[in-house]
Protein backbone atom coordinates (compact mmCIF):
# COMPACT_ATOMS: atom_id res chain seq x y z
CA UNK A 1 0.00 0.00 0.00
CA UNK A 2 0.91 3.21 -0.89
CA UNK A 3 0.50 5.96 1.75
CA UNK A 4 1.11 9.05 -0.49
CA UNK A 5 -1.64 8.08 -2.71
CA UNK A 6 -3.81 6.94 0.61
CA UNK A 7 -3.11 10.80 1.63
CA UNK A 8 -4.85 11.84 -1.43
CA UNK A 9 -7.59 9.26 -1.65
CA UNK A 10 -8.87 9.80 2.32
CA UNK A 11 -10.45 13.54 1.76
CA UNK A 12 -12.42 12.15 -1.27
CA UNK A 13 -13.50 9.16 0.62
CA UNK A 14 -13.91 11.37 3.56
CA UNK A 15 -16.46 13.61 1.95
CA UNK A 16 -18.28 10.68 1.33
CA UNK A 17 -18.86 9.35 4.49
CA UNK A 18 -20.98 12.42 5.30
CA UNK A 19 -22.76 11.66 2.97
CA UNK A 20 -23.20 8.32 4.24
CA UNK A 21 -23.78 9.47 7.84
CA UNK A 22 -26.30 12.21 6.42
CA UNK A 23 -28.02 9.14 4.44
CA UNK A 24 -28.33 7.06 7.34
CA UNK A 25 -29.19 9.76 10.03
CA UNK A 26 -32.26 11.26 7.88
CA UNK A 27 -33.52 7.64 6.96
CA UNK A 28 -33.53 6.01 10.57
CA UNK A 29 -35.23 9.18 11.97
CA UNK A 30 -37.81 9.23 9.16
CA UNK A 31 -38.21 5.06 9.55
CA UNK A 32 -38.64 5.55 13.08
CA UNK A 33 -41.35 7.96 12.74
CA UNK A 34 -42.82 5.25 9.93
CA UNK A 35 -42.15 2.36 12.24
CA UNK A 36 -44.40 3.81 14.95
CA UNK A 37 -47.79 4.99 13.05
CA UNK A 38 -46.86 1.15 11.23
CA UNK A 39 -46.55 -0.59 14.27
CA UNK A 40 -49.83 1.51 15.95
CA UNK A 41 -52.21 0.52 12.77
CA UNK A 42 -50.94 -3.07 13.13
CA UNK A 43 -51.86 -3.33 16.84
CA UNK A 44 -55.23 -1.52 16.15
CA UNK A 45 -58.61 -2.73 16.40
CA UNK A 46 -58.98 -1.39 12.90
CA UNK A 47 -59.04 -4.31 10.23
CA UNK A 48 -58.52 -2.26 7.04
CA UNK A 49 -55.81 0.02 8.81
CA UNK A 50 -54.05 -3.14 10.08
CA UNK A 51 -54.32 -4.97 6.89
CA UNK A 52 -52.48 -2.11 5.09
CA UNK A 53 -49.86 -1.53 7.71
CA UNK A 54 -49.17 -5.29 7.25
CA UNK A 55 -48.92 -5.55 3.78
CA UNK A 56 -46.16 -2.76 3.67
CA UNK A 57 -44.16 -4.55 5.84
CA UNK A 58 -44.64 -7.22 3.87
CA UNK A 59 -43.44 -5.68 0.50
CA UNK A 60 -40.50 -3.65 2.03
CA UNK A 61 -39.20 -6.72 4.36
CA UNK A 62 -39.47 -9.39 1.84
CA UNK A 63 -37.98 -7.72 -1.18
CA UNK A 64 -34.09 -6.99 -1.90
CA UNK A 65 -33.21 -2.91 -0.63
CA UNK A 66 -31.11 -2.77 -4.18
CA UNK A 67 -34.58 -4.31 -5.86
CA UNK A 68 -36.80 -1.16 -4.24
CA UNK A 69 -34.04 1.13 -4.49
CA UNK A 70 -33.79 0.41 -8.56
CA UNK A 71 -37.46 -0.15 -9.01
CA UNK A 72 -37.81 3.69 -7.21
CA UNK A 73 -35.14 5.27 -9.43
CA UNK A 74 -35.65 3.78 -13.03
CA UNK A 75 -39.41 2.63 -12.72
CA UNK A 76 -41.26 5.75 -11.01
CA UNK A 77 -40.09 8.02 -13.65
CA UNK A 78 -42.04 5.97 -16.49
CA UNK A 79 -45.58 6.83 -14.30
CA UNK A 80 -44.00 10.23 -14.17
CA UNK A 81 -42.61 11.06 -11.00
CA UNK A 82 -39.13 12.41 -11.61
CA UNK A 83 -37.18 12.09 -8.06
CA UNK A 84 -33.59 13.33 -7.44
CA UNK A 85 -31.03 10.59 -6.82
CA UNK A 86 -31.19 11.93 -3.33
CA UNK A 87 -34.40 11.96 -2.74
CA UNK A 88 -34.87 8.44 -4.46
CA UNK A 89 -32.20 7.41 -1.48
CA UNK A 90 -33.73 9.26 1.41
CA UNK A 91 -37.56 7.38 0.28
CA UNK A 92 -36.36 4.00 -0.31
CA UNK A 93 -34.01 4.24 2.56
CA UNK A 94 -36.41 5.45 5.04
CA UNK A 95 -39.39 2.80 3.47
CA UNK A 96 -37.35 -0.30 4.21
CA UNK A 97 -36.20 0.83 7.31
CA UNK A 98 -39.73 2.20 8.58
CA UNK A 99 -41.27 -1.76 7.62
CA UNK A 100 -37.74 -3.34 10.17
CA UNK A 101 -38.56 -0.06 12.70
CA UNK A 102 -41.94 -1.29 12.46
CA UNK A 103 -41.88 -4.68 13.78
CA UNK A 104 -38.93 -3.50 16.40
CA UNK A 105 -41.47 -0.77 17.97
CA UNK A 106 -44.27 -3.25 17.69
CA UNK A 107 -42.46 -5.85 19.99
CA UNK A 108 -41.62 -3.12 22.03
CA UNK A 109 -45.18 -2.27 22.69
CA UNK A 110 -46.59 -6.23 23.22
CA UNK A 111 -44.02 -6.11 26.03
CA UNK A 112 -44.89 -3.22 28.02
CA UNK A 113 -46.61 -4.75 31.02
CA UNK A 114 -50.48 -4.63 30.32
CA UNK A 115 -51.35 -3.11 34.06
CA UNK A 116 -49.93 0.03 32.28
CA UNK A 117 -52.86 0.46 30.07
CA UNK A 118 -55.05 0.07 32.58
CA UNK A 119 -53.28 2.08 35.48
CA UNK A 120 -53.78 4.63 32.59
CA UNK A 121 -57.18 3.84 31.76
CA UNK A 122 -58.44 4.03 35.08
CA UNK A 123 -56.84 7.77 35.58
CA UNK A 124 -58.89 8.91 32.21
CA UNK A 125 -55.63 8.88 29.99
CA UNK A 126 -57.18 9.20 26.09
CA UNK A 127 -55.26 6.44 23.94
CA UNK A 128 -53.19 8.90 22.50
CA UNK A 129 -51.81 10.41 26.17
CA UNK A 130 -51.52 6.45 27.19
CA UNK A 131 -49.17 6.09 24.06
CA UNK A 132 -47.53 8.88 24.20
CA UNK A 133 -46.80 9.46 27.84
CA UNK A 134 -46.77 6.23 29.34
CA UNK A 135 -46.27 3.23 26.90
CA UNK A 136 -43.76 4.44 23.65
CA UNK A 137 -40.97 6.17 26.81
CA UNK A 138 -40.89 2.50 27.98
CA UNK A 139 -41.12 0.71 24.31
CA UNK A 140 -37.67 2.99 23.84
CA UNK A 141 -36.20 1.88 26.43
CA UNK A 142 -37.14 -1.59 25.66
CA UNK A 143 -36.23 -1.87 22.05
CA UNK A 144 -32.95 0.45 22.37
CA UNK A 145 -30.51 -2.41 21.26
CA UNK A 146 -32.50 -3.37 18.17
CA UNK A 147 -32.73 0.03 16.85
CA UNK A 148 -28.60 -0.03 17.64
CA UNK A 149 -28.64 -2.92 15.49
CA UNK A 150 -31.03 -1.21 12.95
CA UNK A 151 -29.12 1.62 12.71
CA UNK A 152 -26.03 0.11 12.37
CA UNK A 153 -27.19 -2.41 9.21
CA UNK A 154 -28.76 1.53 7.93
CA UNK A 155 -25.34 2.44 7.51
CA UNK A 156 -23.72 -0.34 5.92
CA UNK A 157 -26.96 -0.96 3.84
CA UNK A 158 -26.82 3.01 2.62
CA UNK A 159 -23.99 1.61 0.53
CA UNK A 160 -26.35 0.28 -1.92
CA UNK A 161 -27.49 3.62 -2.86
CA UNK A 162 -23.85 3.89 -4.87
CA UNK A 163 -26.11 1.87 -7.89
CA UNK A 164 -28.33 5.24 -7.86
CA UNK A 165 -25.68 6.96 -8.36
CA UNK A 166 -25.30 8.65 -4.83
CA UNK A 167 -21.07 8.95 -4.54
CA UNK A 168 -21.21 7.91 -0.76
CA UNK A 169 -18.36 6.26 0.61
CA UNK A 170 -18.72 2.66 -1.41
CA UNK A 171 -18.95 4.46 -4.56
CA UNK A 172 -16.36 7.22 -4.03
CA UNK A 173 -14.06 4.41 -3.73
CA UNK A 174 -15.35 2.45 -6.65
CA UNK A 175 -14.49 5.51 -8.70
CA UNK A 176 -11.16 5.94 -7.13
CA UNK A 177 -9.95 2.06 -7.39
CA UNK A 178 -11.25 2.31 -11.28
CA UNK A 179 -9.59 5.63 -11.83
CA UNK A 180 -6.10 4.50 -10.10
CA UNK A 181 -5.95 1.12 -10.73
CA UNK A 182 -5.03 1.10 -6.65
CA UNK A 183 -7.79 -0.78 -5.34
CA UNK A 184 -6.58 -1.97 -2.00
CA UNK A 185 -5.72 1.60 -1.10
CA UNK A 186 -9.30 2.59 -1.92
CA UNK A 187 -11.25 0.30 -0.28
CA UNK A 188 -9.22 -0.21 2.90
CA UNK A 189 -9.83 3.42 3.45
CA UNK A 190 -13.19 2.80 2.95
CA UNK A 191 -13.12 -0.21 5.21
CA UNK A 192 -11.64 1.64 8.10
CA UNK A 193 -14.24 4.66 7.59
CA UNK A 194 -16.86 2.14 8.34
CA UNK A 195 -15.69 0.54 11.53
CA UNK A 196 -14.90 4.12 12.31
CA UNK A 197 -18.65 5.31 11.76
CA UNK A 198 -19.94 2.19 13.22
CA UNK A 199 -17.99 2.34 16.32
CA UNK A 200 -19.08 5.93 17.06
CA UNK A 201 -22.81 4.72 16.52
CA UNK A 202 -22.03 1.90 18.92
CA UNK A 203 -20.76 3.79 21.24
CA UNK A 204 -23.68 6.52 21.51
CA UNK A 205 -26.29 3.55 21.67
CA UNK A 206 -24.55 1.92 24.73
CA UNK A 207 -24.26 5.10 26.18
CA UNK A 208 -27.93 5.76 25.86
CA UNK A 209 -28.81 2.07 27.23
CA UNK A 210 -26.90 2.88 29.89
CA UNK A 211 -28.72 6.36 30.87
CA UNK A 212 -31.87 4.71 30.07
CA UNK A 213 -31.37 1.58 32.76
CA UNK A 214 -32.35 4.19 35.92
CA UNK A 215 -35.19 2.94 36.49
CA UNK B 1 -78.11 9.23 44.96
CA UNK B 2 -75.75 6.47 45.01
CA UNK B 3 -72.16 7.28 44.83
CA UNK B 4 -72.13 3.83 42.68
CA UNK B 5 -74.86 1.37 41.24
CA UNK B 6 -74.81 -1.38 39.22
CA UNK B 7 -77.56 -2.68 37.90
CA UNK B 8 -78.07 -5.88 36.61
CA UNK B 9 -74.17 -6.25 35.86
CA UNK B 10 -73.11 -9.42 33.75
CA UNK B 11 -69.81 -10.17 32.72
CA UNK B 12 -69.10 -13.53 30.75
CA UNK B 13 -65.55 -14.66 29.81
CA UNK B 14 -66.30 -16.93 26.83
CA UNK B 15 -69.09 -19.50 27.64
CA UNK B 16 -67.86 -18.93 31.05
CA UNK B 17 -70.29 -16.66 33.25
CA UNK B 18 -68.02 -14.94 36.19
CA UNK B 19 -71.33 -13.26 37.50
CA UNK B 20 -74.61 -12.31 36.76
CA UNK B 21 -77.26 -9.94 37.26
CA UNK B 22 -74.96 -8.16 40.00
CA UNK B 23 -77.21 -5.16 41.97
CA UNK B 24 -74.92 -3.50 44.19
CA UNK B 25 -74.87 0.16 45.60
CA UNK B 26 -72.35 2.70 47.51
CA UNK B 27 -73.73 5.62 49.31
CA UNK B 28 -71.04 7.98 49.71
CA UNK B 29 -68.99 8.09 52.50
CA UNK B 30 -69.57 4.19 52.50
CA UNK B 31 -66.50 1.80 52.96
CA UNK B 32 -67.79 -1.51 51.13
CA UNK B 33 -65.26 -4.52 51.70
CA UNK B 34 -65.78 -7.30 49.21
CA UNK B 35 -64.60 -11.15 50.43
CA UNK B 36 -64.48 -14.10 49.43
CA UNK B 37 -62.27 -17.21 47.74
CA UNK B 38 -60.50 -16.92 44.33
CA UNK B 39 -62.40 -17.09 41.27
CA UNK B 40 -65.56 -15.67 43.27
CA UNK B 41 -65.89 -12.93 40.47
CA UNK B 42 -64.81 -10.13 43.24
CA UNK B 43 -61.89 -8.71 41.54
CA UNK B 44 -63.82 -8.70 38.04
CA UNK B 45 -66.95 -7.03 39.20
CA UNK B 46 -64.36 -4.26 41.08
CA UNK B 47 -62.87 -3.84 37.27
CA UNK B 48 -66.31 -3.34 35.98
CA UNK B 49 -67.10 -0.34 37.80
CA UNK B 50 -64.18 1.90 36.02
CA UNK B 51 -64.84 -1.14 33.11
CA UNK B 52 -60.73 -2.30 32.55
CA UNK B 53 -63.61 -4.91 32.43
CA UNK B 54 -66.30 -4.27 29.95
CA UNK B 55 -69.28 -6.09 31.24
CA UNK B 56 -71.35 -7.93 28.94
CA UNK B 57 -74.50 -6.79 30.03
CA UNK B 58 -76.17 -3.98 32.62
CA UNK B 59 -75.68 -1.10 33.75
CA UNK B 60 -72.79 1.40 36.35
CA UNK B 61 -73.40 4.48 37.23
CA UNK B 62 -71.04 6.58 38.98
CA UNK B 63 -72.67 9.40 40.83
CA UNK B 64 -75.90 9.09 38.97
CA UNK B 65 -73.54 9.17 35.41
CA UNK B 66 -74.26 6.00 33.37
CA UNK B 67 -70.53 4.74 31.86
CA UNK B 68 -71.32 4.60 28.24
CA UNK B 69 -68.71 2.87 26.23
CA UNK B 70 -70.09 4.23 22.89
CA UNK B 71 -69.47 7.94 24.35
CA UNK B 72 -65.41 7.75 24.98
CA UNK B 73 -64.98 11.42 26.12
CA UNK B 74 -68.05 11.18 28.32
CA UNK B 75 -66.40 7.50 29.75
CA UNK B 76 -63.19 9.08 30.56
CA UNK B 77 -64.94 11.70 32.53
CA UNK B 78 -66.64 9.51 34.06
CA UNK B 79 -63.87 7.07 35.40
CA UNK B 80 -61.86 9.75 36.20
CA UNK B 81 -64.28 10.28 39.58
CA UNK B 82 -62.92 7.08 40.08
CA UNK B 83 -59.40 6.35 41.68
CA UNK B 84 -57.82 2.50 41.88
CA UNK B 85 -54.95 0.91 43.22
CA UNK B 86 -54.14 -2.22 42.19
CA UNK B 87 -52.89 -5.35 43.44
CA UNK B 88 -49.87 -5.24 41.44
CA UNK B 89 -49.12 -1.24 41.63
CA UNK B 90 -48.88 -0.32 37.99
CA UNK B 91 -46.81 2.90 38.79
CA UNK B 92 -45.25 4.40 35.65
CA UNK B 93 -41.44 2.64 36.01
CA UNK B 94 -39.70 5.35 33.57
CA UNK B 95 -41.04 8.04 36.47
CA UNK B 96 -40.06 9.34 39.64
CA UNK B 97 -42.84 8.84 42.49
CA UNK B 98 -43.48 13.16 42.08
CA UNK B 99 -43.60 12.40 38.28
CA UNK B 100 -46.03 9.62 38.91
CA UNK B 101 -48.33 11.27 41.30
CA UNK B 102 -48.23 14.83 39.01
CA UNK B 103 -48.49 13.00 35.40
CA UNK B 104 -52.48 12.61 35.21
CA UNK B 105 -53.80 15.56 36.59
CA UNK B 106 -51.65 17.57 34.08
CA UNK B 107 -52.07 15.29 31.09
CA UNK B 108 -56.06 14.44 32.01
CA UNK B 109 -56.96 17.21 33.65
CA UNK B 110 -54.53 20.03 32.15
CA UNK B 111 -54.22 21.61 35.38
CA UNK B 112 -50.28 23.25 35.57
CA UNK B 113 -48.04 22.05 36.88
CA UNK B 114 -47.46 24.61 40.01
CA UNK B 115 -50.99 24.09 41.60
CA UNK B 116 -50.60 20.15 40.88
CA UNK B 117 -47.18 20.09 42.26
CA UNK B 118 -48.02 21.83 45.31
CA UNK B 119 -50.99 19.49 45.95
CA UNK B 120 -48.83 16.47 45.14
CA UNK B 121 -46.14 17.77 47.92
CA UNK B 122 -49.10 17.44 50.56
CA UNK B 123 -50.27 13.89 49.54
CA UNK B 124 -46.85 12.15 48.91
CA UNK B 125 -46.27 13.54 52.66
CA UNK B 126 -49.75 12.41 53.77
CA UNK B 127 -48.81 8.81 52.51
CA UNK B 128 -45.29 9.33 54.17
CA UNK B 129 -43.01 9.26 51.49
CA UNK B 130 -41.41 12.47 51.71
CA UNK B 131 -38.06 11.21 51.28
CA UNK B 132 -38.77 9.90 48.11
CA UNK B 133 -40.17 11.62 45.61
CA UNK B 134 -37.26 11.86 43.30
CA UNK B 135 -36.87 7.58 43.43
CA UNK B 136 -37.81 5.19 40.25
CA UNK B 137 -40.69 3.04 41.64
CA UNK B 138 -37.55 0.15 41.04
CA UNK B 139 -36.10 1.74 44.06
CA UNK B 140 -39.17 1.09 46.38
CA UNK B 141 -40.49 -1.98 48.34
CA UNK B 142 -43.75 -3.47 47.99
CA UNK B 143 -45.80 -1.12 49.95
CA UNK B 144 -43.69 1.83 49.30
CA UNK B 145 -44.58 1.55 45.77
CA UNK B 146 -48.82 0.81 46.50
CA UNK B 147 -48.53 3.95 48.53
CA UNK B 148 -47.39 6.06 45.54
CA UNK B 149 -50.15 4.49 43.55
CA UNK B 150 -52.41 5.56 46.13
CA UNK B 151 -51.09 9.11 46.21
CA UNK B 152 -51.08 8.83 42.22
CA UNK B 153 -55.05 8.21 42.55
CA UNK B 154 -55.51 10.64 45.27
CA UNK B 155 -54.08 13.62 43.17
CA UNK B 156 -57.03 13.25 40.34
CA UNK B 157 -58.98 14.05 43.66
CA UNK B 158 -61.52 11.36 42.90
CA UNK B 159 -64.69 11.01 44.75
CA UNK B 160 -64.51 6.88 45.00
CA UNK B 161 -61.61 4.73 45.52
CA UNK B 162 -61.28 1.06 44.29
CA UNK B 163 -58.96 -1.11 45.57
CA UNK B 164 -58.04 -4.43 43.99
CA UNK B 165 -56.18 -6.52 46.31
CA UNK B 166 -53.84 -3.95 47.30
CA UNK B 167 -52.07 -5.64 50.09
CA UNK B 168 -52.24 -9.22 48.13
CA UNK B 169 -48.66 -8.99 46.81
CA UNK B 170 -46.87 -7.24 49.98
CA UNK B 171 -44.88 -9.17 52.27
CA UNK B 172 -46.16 -9.55 55.52
CA UNK B 173 -44.24 -6.50 57.34
CA UNK B 174 -45.61 -4.08 54.47
CA UNK B 175 -48.74 -4.72 54.81
CA UNK B 176 -49.38 -2.42 57.89
CA UNK B 177 -48.26 0.58 56.68
CA UNK B 178 -50.83 0.71 53.32
CA UNK B 179 -53.84 -0.58 55.29
CA UNK B 180 -52.93 2.12 57.55
CA UNK B 181 -53.22 4.70 54.87
CA UNK B 182 -56.29 3.51 53.36
CA UNK B 183 -57.97 3.95 56.99
CA UNK B 184 -56.89 7.51 57.11
CA UNK B 185 -58.87 7.45 54.01
CA UNK B 186 -61.67 6.02 55.21
CA UNK B 187 -61.51 7.82 58.35
CA UNK B 188 -61.43 11.15 55.89
CA UNK B 189 -65.10 9.88 54.23
CA UNK B 190 -63.67 8.87 51.19
CA UNK B 191 -65.70 6.29 49.34
CA UNK B 192 -64.34 3.22 49.22
CA UNK B 193 -64.54 -0.20 47.23
CA UNK B 194 -62.30 -2.66 48.60
CA UNK B 195 -61.37 -6.10 47.32
CA UNK B 196 -59.19 -7.99 49.97
CA UNK B 197 -58.34 -10.95 52.01
CA UNK B 198 -57.56 -8.61 55.22
CA UNK B 199 -60.57 -9.48 57.23
CA UNK B 200 -59.09 -7.52 60.15
CA UNK B 201 -59.53 -4.20 57.92
CA UNK B 202 -62.65 -5.52 57.07
CA UNK B 203 -63.81 -5.87 60.51
CA UNK B 204 -62.01 -2.14 61.38
CA UNK B 205 -62.58 -0.22 58.42
CA UNK B 206 -65.56 -1.42 56.60
CA UNK B 207 -68.86 -0.05 56.92
CA UNK B 208 -70.85 -3.27 54.99
CA UNK B 209 -69.39 -6.39 54.36
CA UNK B 210 -70.47 -8.30 51.12
CA UNK B 211 -68.96 -11.81 50.68
CA UNK B 212 -69.12 -13.33 47.02
CA UNK B 213 -68.86 -16.95 46.06
CA UNK B 214 -69.77 -18.33 42.18
CA UNK B 215 -70.09 -14.98 41.33
CA UNK B 216 -72.76 -14.66 43.21
CA UNK B 217 -73.96 -12.88 46.41
CA UNK B 218 -74.18 -15.22 48.84
CA UNK B 219 -74.48 -12.76 52.04
CA UNK B 220 -74.05 -8.77 52.98
CA UNK B 221 -74.44 -6.97 55.91
CA UNK B 222 -72.01 -4.71 58.72
CA UNK B 223 -69.02 -6.49 59.93
CA UNK B 224 -70.74 -7.68 63.06
CA UNK B 225 -73.34 -9.54 61.35
CA UNK B 226 -71.15 -11.14 59.17
CA UNK B 227 -68.12 -11.62 61.09
CA UNK B 228 -70.09 -12.70 63.77
CA UNK B 229 -73.37 -14.30 62.95
CA UNK B 230 -73.24 -15.53 59.49
CA UNK B 231 -76.43 -16.64 58.19
CA UNK B 232 -75.71 -18.89 55.41
CA UNK B 233 -73.29 -22.14 55.58
CA UNK B 234 -71.01 -20.97 52.73
CA UNK B 235 -70.05 -17.93 54.66
CA UNK B 236 -69.60 -19.57 57.74
CA UNK B 237 -66.99 -22.40 55.71
CA UNK B 238 -65.39 -19.54 54.01
CA UNK B 239 -64.37 -17.84 57.66
CA UNK B 240 -63.71 -20.80 58.97
CA UNK B 241 -60.83 -20.86 56.41
CA UNK B 242 -59.31 -17.68 56.72
CA UNK B 243 -59.81 -16.70 60.49
Known amino acids: MDISIMKEMFPVLLQGSLLTIELTIISVILGTLIGIVTALLKLSKNKLMAGVAGFYTWIFRGTPMLLQLIAFYYVLPFVGVLLSPFQTAIIGLSLNSGAYMAEIIRGGILSVDKGQFEACKSLGFTYFDTMKRVVLPQTFKIIIPSVGNEFITMLKDTSLVSTITMSEVMRKAQILSASTFRPMEAFFIAGCLYLFMTTIFTTVFSHYEKKLSVY | ?243
Request: charged share 30%; net charge neutral; glycine share 8%.
Open chain 2, 1 to 243: MYMIETKNLTKKFGKLTVFEGLNVTVKKGEVLVIIGPSGSGKSTFLRCLNHLEVPNDGEVFIEGEKIDIKNKKHMRNTIEKVGMVFQNFNLFHHMTVMQNVIEAPITVKHETREEVLERSKIIIDKVGLKEKVDEYPSKLSGGQKQRVAIARSLAMRPDIMLFDEPTSSLDPELVGEVLGVMKDLAKEGMTMVVVTHEMGFAKDVADRVIFMDGGKIVEEGTPEELFMAPKERRTREFLNKVL
